[in-house]
């Protein structure tokens, strides 16, 4: 079995790498939160100091961390990581992030020859604990292929976007829809609401109506329609409402690049900053239909 280093194991890394221990790989982890690495080292795995220490003699590198200017600082510059793994070693990049970033790290790899992949991923928290992501890929094929002994114990659904770079404008794509269904979502539900309506009985209807959609069907926001998501926990957990509004900021950043027109995208990114600057950007993001609520 492949020894694996693991780097970053928050509400979607720790997961992910609790899967590969469970398929029977050697993993060293490392994350800044002490209990994120006990967790897995409860598991089977083995704790590192540091992300240097816990690279060394690794065939895999996955790395999951918030957002570009992480992944920048792990991987570039003389003390960054391509400067101390070997050659040939194989890099699974599951964050977040620009494009751009995502490319210039592909390239500083491509200089060390090392091999590297993007692949972001969709599926939430459950579909992490589950196994059952997406897998967002941008990169060669052939690295793709020596990936997948690793995606495949992680997620059910492993998608070759493109070239390095083309797995993270999906996944862009992907979140601001995500953002713009769940801020609709939370709209109709409130009004349903406001006139009278049970929310349970409203999203019901939607799931076997036209406006059936991801929120309505597996991630309700309304607390109490569904017993197992964030929204009847507080709205604890899931994929924080700063998350989206990264997500949302980088799709802006996309738009702007390509010349491309994005007004729903915008007025979503707009509602989470609003939401976000009121307290709430710890919560999960299904957590906005608080913006919409009539208050008692």
């Known amino acids: 079995m492949s020894r694996i280093a693991f780097i970053g194991l928050g509400n979607m890394g720790g997961p992910m790498a609790q899967n590969l221990l469970k398929a029977g790989f050697e993993l060293a982890v490392f994350d800044l939160v002490p209990a994120a690495v006990q ?4 598991s089977g795995a083995a704790s590192a100091a540091s992300a240097e220490q816990c690279v060394q003699n690794a065939e895999v590198v996955i790395s999951m961390l918030p957002a570009s200017r992480h992944v920048e ?5 003389s003390e960054g990581l391509l400067a101390k793994i070997a050659p040939g070693t194989l890099v699974i990049e599951c964050s977040t992030i620009a494009p751009e970033s995502a490319r210039k790290v592909a390239a500083a790899a491509e200089q060390a020859a090392i091999r590297m992949i993007d692949a972001p991923v969709s599926g939430g928290t459950g579909g992490a604990v589950a196994g059952t992501l997406t897998f967002i890929v941008g990169g060669k094929a052939d690295d793709l292929a020596a990936a997948m002994p690793y995606l495949e114990k992680m997620g059910k659904n492993i998608f ?5 770079g083309a797995g993270q404008v999906a996944k862009i794509c992907n979140n601001m829809l995500l953002g713009i269904l769940m801020a609709g979502t939370s709209e109709a539900l409130a009004l349903g609401a406001a006139n009278g309506l049970d929310p349970k009985v409203l999203s019901d209807i939607i799931a076997k109506s036209s406006g059936r959609n991801w929120a309505t069907e597996l991630y309700n926001p309304w607390p109490g329609v569904m017993p197992d998501v964030p929204a009847s926990k ?5 994929f924080g409402v ?4 990264k997500d949302l900021g ?7 690049h390509a010349g491309a027109s994005t007004p729903l995208g915008e007025l979503a990114r707009n509602l989470y900053s609003l939401h976000s600057a009121g307290g709430s950007g710890g919560l999960d993001f299904s957590s906005i239909v608080k913006l919409y609520e009539r208050k008692k």
């Open 39 to 42: 967790s897995l080292v409860d």
């Open 73 to 77: 600082g792990l991987y570039l510059g």
């Open 160 to 164: 070759h976007a493109g070239d390095s």
């Open 234 to 238: 507080n709205y604890a957990g899931g």
């Open 242 to 245: 700063d998350l989206m509004l």
């Open 250 to 256: 980088l799709a802006a950043e996309a738009a702007l």
